[in-house]
């Protein structure tokens, strides 16, 4: 007499090998997608300190007059500044941690090398432009 087994379910072995291998996958990638998160927000707060550097730049621009004349002299260009201006967003906050932006601002300063050309002095005012997270 042969009996027939009607296998219809897993082993509980078998459901302990998907168990492990699930268990294995996760602990692989936890840490790879924590890391890429923790890159992302990195990246994300650098390129916000670009964008407040080039809204000072844009503010420069339009503000002339206000720039420092004589070459390493400085000034500080505050967050307040820009907002007031419209060159960035009220209420600026950090990407990684959604704190508001409220003390940072751009030190602007003077790098303007004078040239000679046929004894006349020609003049190329640049400027050099720093962020700064601590502007007391």
């Keep these: 007499m042969v009996i027939k087994m009607n296998k219809k379910g897993f082993t509980l072995i078998e459901l302990l090998g998907v168990i492990v291998l699930l268990v294995l996958i996760t602990m692989i990638t936890i840490p790879i997608i924590g890391n890429a998160i923790?890159?992302?927000n990195e990246t994300a707060d650098e390129q916000t300190k670009e964008n407040i550097v080039l809204a000072t730049k844009n503010w420069a621009v339009d503000n002339k007059e206000q720039l420092p004349q004589n070459k390493n002299d400085k000034i500080k260009v505050n967050i307040e500044t820009l907002q007031n201006g419209g060159y960035i967003d009220k209420n600026i906050k950090w990407p990684s941690t959604d704190e508001e932006i409220t003390n940072a601002c751009v030190e602007v300063t003077n790098i303007t090398e004078a040239d000679s050309e046929d004894d006349?002095?020609?003049?190329?005012?640049?400027?050099?432009?720093l962020y700064s997270e601590n502007c007391s």
């Design 120 to 129: 006349v002095k020609v003049v190329k005012k640049q400027y050099d432009y």
């Design 38 to 40: 923790k890159k992302g």
